[in-house]
């Protein structure tokens, strides 16, 4: 059974940080691809970060470039997102989920049905 966790949210101040983790079971890890996304409330749920555990390849969405970082930790089989200097915008659910087959591009990361599972979330709040 394919498996995605995510834990670490939290509420926090603006300017603080947060790691996420996104803990995987059952399938191949290092032939995968993960991508953070997140859902705020009224929007659509948007690419993050991507990473490539086949190639490396690593890709963040323009509005967190700079502050946050994905990780990937093989023997773990977990994914990580490192998040600084968080500030409102960035209240959302987070999301994991895995990406089967070549690696994604620069052009098509970000786009949802790339990815077939996906863990269930994690709240991420940022007051001001």
């Known amino acids: 059974e394919v498996r995605l966790v995510e834990s670490g949210g939290a509420l926090v101040q603006a300017g603080e940080s947060l790691r996420l983790s996104c803990v995987t079971s059952?399938?191949?890890?290092?032939?995968?691809?993960i991508g953070w996304f997140r859902q705020a409330p009224g929007k659509e749920r948007e690419g993050v970060s991507y990473l490539s555990n086949a190639d490396g390849a690593i890709y963040y969405a323009n509005s967190v470039k700079g502050r946050f970082t994905i990780s990937s930790d093989s023997a773990k089989r977990t994914v990580y997102l490192q998040m600084n200097d968080l500030n409102p915008d960035d209240t959302a659910v987070y999301y994991c989920?895995?990406?089967?087959?070549?690696?994604?591009?620069?052009?098509?990361?970000?786009?949802?049905?790339?990815?077939?599972?996906w863990g269930r979330g994690t709240q991420v709040t940022v007051s001001s």
């Open positions: 989920a895995s990406s089967w087959g070549p690696p994604l591009y620069e052009n098509n990361w970000s786009r949802m049905g790339g990815y077939d599972y």
């Open positions: 059952g399938f191949a890890f290092d032939d995968y691809g």
